[in-house]
């Protein structure tokens, strides 16, 4: 056969197929048909028919066959609708009757990002709250694990059918795009983006009510979001902006692009001189000329109603652009300045010095990522504030830096974008930027705020005397311009004790602390400075050893933060930690372990129980379980902790291998030597594969597998995984470390038993002198060697 | 008469196609062994699959100016490949491997479909070709839908075409192909 004959069978085939039996072959004798294409037009019209057919098991079918009839208390009902996720039924429920739409993600097993998405749903749901969005009602799971949740089932038309049904006005159909676009706004004040705004999402109920549905592609403006969530998925093309087509970053206007386009089909073609430009400020293909939020073109939609001229007018859009934020800075500053007490909240809520420093990177760094929203709300820009990457965000605050410098003829705007922008930069770790910028704030005023600014900056860079100094000018200057008690001065203490407290002055902290708490605690006083004082002096009373102190305060800032954040913030979680990290090193093993069980009660729920925090969280309460000796116990939550990290660093990770070392640790400790040797062969692999066969972590996992030979007395094994675990310090370590060092000395121990009483001594005499010299040298290797040596000179006589 | 001569089917580029393809080819086998080893009794539906290494891929640079359709497009074919792989060195070997192999995770894949074994599923591969040869857009139709797992609008959309010519040409074929497969090879 060749295509043009294939073609003739098929225009017969789509003649015939729908005729009756008789018909069709009335049509067949009429078109003079010969006998042999009959006979292939019969096979073909017997397979259209035939049900057992391979295409017709479309593998999407047969996995809906798990939908029960019954959701928690809702009845399903029929099926309206599926996506790419999911499918939505309408349910009922029995005990009130009332209806609702049941959302139910489809092959929930197929990975944690898939879950997360479809929570990320819910969790949008949950957290908006506007007439226009339709509500969450509840939220489960199957017994297999498949999530659902119920939502307000919305009864309407698609935004325009209903507007041509019931043949509305130009006036009444841009009103419903304005209530459409207050919608949109609550869900961008919530840092939400919706992404796939068109008529089918959008339902007017018979009492003319504008519903917004569907935010399973919606994007959240925080790092609690997917990071893998940039660009577009399904949305549907005719309404997605250019950008998103493209797959470039999206933001606010990206929602802006749609709201236009819907209203564009809306109002046809009647339109005059500045509804045109409304509609094509709205639709602009390049964003940076679109209306840079949809409060914007609310305002304009409104001007528009009122017959007031529009903001936005073409020639002079540029100028406007860059004159708004002149115009709303005090808008854009108070956000800013939100953004920023945020993220410097964040700096207080940890002990050791090193985790301080990254946690609070890490939560600053979300925090700048809501200000980029802020601030992208107020001015636009090609900037997504999308949970990608901090460098989105740097880019944001470049902007900003060249916004401030050109606002020379306003001295005190320019100083105080200065000390924020360089207060942002300081959080995400550039100090060099911060260093500048919060330089030019103290020269353009020498104020207190400006001077613990800098003193912190210095502190971060380990200028301790120059800290200290500035630091106490701030201290001074406060005290000469305030009464006694004032806000200020409280601060300024607590940025002298913060310092203090970094370079090591514990004993000239804790005085200076105290007075910021004792002013901080006066009624009147904002909670959150009292809190990070409180911390602060926490941090001091730890490190100087009061754990009891410490863990007093530390009591007494969680209470403050349950109250200002709730019982379930993550902050609140980070002071259990230290509570924990408290008792563990007081060696009250078992009040650390229900610390941080009940941390793990707030970031397994809030991050998910895929999210590596969780992980850490559990690895925390594993080491606290190690040490009552619980080992399965640990055994058990570590476990939990690899599969964690297995899915979300992959199998061949550092990552992976440091929680299979625990594992094969604890093995080992418990006897269970075939599980050691197992966890410990796959931390070879793991640190083999990820530095291409050259680190120390791999001597260190040989080491440990050997130990697991030597605990089976199979000396002849351990000896060659010492040996290659040296040959690997001597090519990745500094000469003399206290790896080699012990690695010395379990050779030593292997030659011993494999009676080379002169190789052994060598090793056990050279591990012991390295293992000596070290600042803390581990007694018990120390003693493992002399006892061995003692085995040798008595062996020798 | 319909109108004859070149058919609009979204143009695959050799260039791009390749490398999207083997980053899809490569995401979707990856996928397909992961789910198997968290889940060994999970079903494997390709259009979960093919969404999967779409959401995973499409944040990589590499895919900035890729269209969701065209890239489910590119792995449809992708996913085709995989499969027919898998059937072929399946039917060589037809004994278990001891360690949990991208076969095995595939084979539940073949296993949903009414063709159990690789036999026929090799055969369907066979006939896709052969319609190719007769019309390139019923090919093509078949095999976004199938192994894409793509919605009649979207198959419509990545093709070019109407979707009224997606569900006409899609009977049509079914036929053929049915007819092809049941014939005696």
């Known amino acids: ?797 | 008469m319909r109108p004859r001569g070149s058919i609009n089917t979204t143009p695959l580029e050799p260039s791009v196609l390749n490398e999207t393809f083997s980053l899809a080819y490569e995401e979707l086998r990856r996928l397909a062994v992961q789910v198997r080893i968290t889940d060994p009794r999970a079903t494997i539906n390709p259009t979960a699959l093919v969404n999967e290494a779409w959401i995973k891929l499409a944040a990589s640079p590499k895919f900035s100016w890729t269209s969701p359709l065209h890239f489910k497009r590119v792995a449809a074919r992708a996913m085709r490949q995989l499969l027919v792989e898998s059937a072929r060195r399946r039917k060589a070997l037809k004994r278990c491997a001891p360690l949990i192999t991208l076969d095995e995770s595939l084979a539940s894949l073949l296993s949903t479909s009414a063709s159990s074994s690789e036999e026929d599923f090799l055969r369907l591969d066979e006939a896709l070709h052969s319609l190719a040869k007769l019309s390139e857009r019923q090919s093509a139709i078949i095999e976004s839908r199938f192994f894409g797992g793509l919605a009649v609008e979207e198959t419509a959309q990545a093709l070019g075409i109407s979707e009224a010519t997606v569900l006409r040409d899609w009977r049509a074929a079914r036929a053929w192909l049915g007819r092809e497969l049941r014939s005696p090879s």
Not at chain 1, 43 to 53: I, K, P, Q, Y
């Open chain 1, 1 to 797: 056969m060749n295509p043009d004959q294939y073609e003739r069978l098929q225009d017969l085939f789509h003649a015939v197929a729908d005729l009756p039996l008789d018909a069709r072959q009335a049509y067949l004798n009429e078109h003079n048909i010969g006998p042999e294409t009959c006979q292939e037009l019969e096979s073909l019209l017997a397979e259209d028919a035939a049900t057992n057919h391979v295409l017709d098991q479309d593998l999407l079918t047969a996995t809906q066959g798990f939908v029960p009839r019954q959701l928690g208390p809702y009845r399903l009902q029929r099926l309206l609708g599926e996506g790419g996720m999911g499918v939505v039924y309408l349910g009922e429920r029995d005990d009130l009757s009332s209806l609702a739409a049941i959302k139910i993600l489809r092959d929930a097993w197929l990975s944690p990002a898939r879950r997360s998405r479809f929570q990320f749903e819910q969790r949008t749901l949950a957290q908006l709250n506007h007439p226009s969005i339709a509500k969450l009602y509840d939220a489960d799971t199957l017994e297999d694990g498949t999530p659902w949740f119920a939502m307000e089932y919305v009864e309407g038309l698609p935004l325009n059918e209903y507007s041509n049904n019931q043949n509305l006005s130009v006036e009444r159909r841009i009103r419903l795009i304005l209530e459409v676009a207050l919608a949109v706004q609550h869900a961008h004040q919530h840092a939400v983006i919706h992404r796939d705004l068109k008529p089918s999402n959008i339902l007017v109920t018979a009492s003319g009510v504008v519903k917004l549905l569907d935010f399973g592609i919606a994007k959240q403006l925080d790092s609690t979001g997917d990071p893998t969530q940039t660009g577009l998925r399904l949305m549907t093309p005719a309404y997605a902006a250019p950008e998103q087509l493209r797959g470039e970053p999206v933001g606010v206007y990206t929602d802006v692009y749609s709201l236009g386009v819907i209203l564009k089909e809306l109002v046809g073609s009647e339109l005059d001189a500045d509804l045109q430009l409304l509609i094509e400020t709205a639709i602009h293909a390049d964003h940076a000329h679109r209306y840079a939020s949809a409060d914007a073109l609310i305002r304009d939609l409104q001007h528009y109603l009122g017959g007031e001229p529009l903001d936005v007018r073409p020639p002079r859009f540029m100028y406007r652009a860059s004159k708004f934020v002149r115009r709303n800075r005090t808008a854009v500053l108070a956000s800013l300045v939100a953004a920023i007490t945020l993220a410097s909240l964040s700096t207080f809520y940890t002990l050791q010095l090193r985790r301080a420093r990254n946690e609070a990177l890490a939560e600053a760094s979300r925090s700048s990522r809501i200000r980029g929203f802020l601030v992208n709300l107020f001015q636009g820009g090609d900037l997504a504030a999308g949970p990608s990457s901090d460098l989105r965000v740097v880019t944001l605050l470049d902007r900003g830096v060249a916004e401030a410098t050109a606002l020379a003829n306003d001295p005190d705007t320019q100083t105080e974008l200065y000390r924020t922008l360089g207060g942002a930069y300081q959080k995400l770790g550039r100090l060099d930027q911060a260093d500048s910028l919060i330089t030019k704030a103290v020269y353009g005023r020498r104020d207190v705020e400006n001077l613990n600014m800098l003193a912190l900056l210095r502190t971060d860079q380990a200028k301790h005397d120059e800290a200290e100094k500035l630091a106490r000018e701030s201290l001074v200057l406060a005290r000469s311009l305030h009464p006694p008690g004032h806000l200020a001065i409280g601060r300024a203490a607590t940025a002298l004790g913060h310092v203090l407290e970094e370079s090591g002055g514990y004993d000239k902290a804790v005085p200076v602390l105290e007075e910021a708490i004792h002013i901080l605690s006066q009624p009147g006083q904002p909670a959150s400075d009292l809190a990070a004082a409180l911390l602060y002096l926490g941090n001091v009373r730890f490190y100087s050893g009061k754990f009891d102190e410490s863990g007093r305060l530390n009591e007494q800032s969680l209470q403050i933060y349950r109250k200002l954040h709730g019982p379930s913030h993550p902050l609140v979680a980070e002071i259990l930690i230290n509570l924990g990290a408290i008792q563990q090193d007081t060696g009250n093993y078992r009040q650390a372990e229900t610390y941080h069980r009940q941390a793990l009660g707030i970031i397994e729920p809030y991050f998910g129980a895929d999210h590596p925090k969780t992980a850490s969280t559990l690895t925390l309460i594993g080491r606290a379980l190690v040490l009552q000796k619980r080992l399965d116990e640990a055994s058990g939550l570590l476990a939990r902790a690899l599969v964690i990290r297995e899915r979300v660093y992959g199998l061949n990770h550092p990552q992976v291998a440091s929680t299979v070392n625990e594992l094969g640790t604890n093995a080992l400790a418990s006897g269970k030597l075939a599980d050691a040797e197992e966890y410990f062969g796959r931390m070879i692999q793991i640190y083999e594969k990820s530095y291409s066969g050259k680190h120390y972590l791999i001597g260190i996992a040989k080491s440990n597998l050997a130990s697991v030979y030597m605990r089976r007395e199979q000396w002849s094994r351990a000896e060659p995984l010492f040996r290659q675990s040296l040959v690997m310090y001597a090519q990745t370590l500094p000469p003399d470390h206290i790896n080699e060092g012990i690695g010395r000395i379990k050779l030593g121990r292997t030659l011993l038993r494999q009676k080379q009483y002169d190789s052994a001594r060598t090793e056990l005499e050279h591990g012991a002198s390295i293992v000596a010299k070290q600042a803390n040298p581990s007694v018990s290797w120390l003693d493992n060697a002399k006892k061995d040596l003692a085995e040798l000179s008595t062996l020798k006589k």
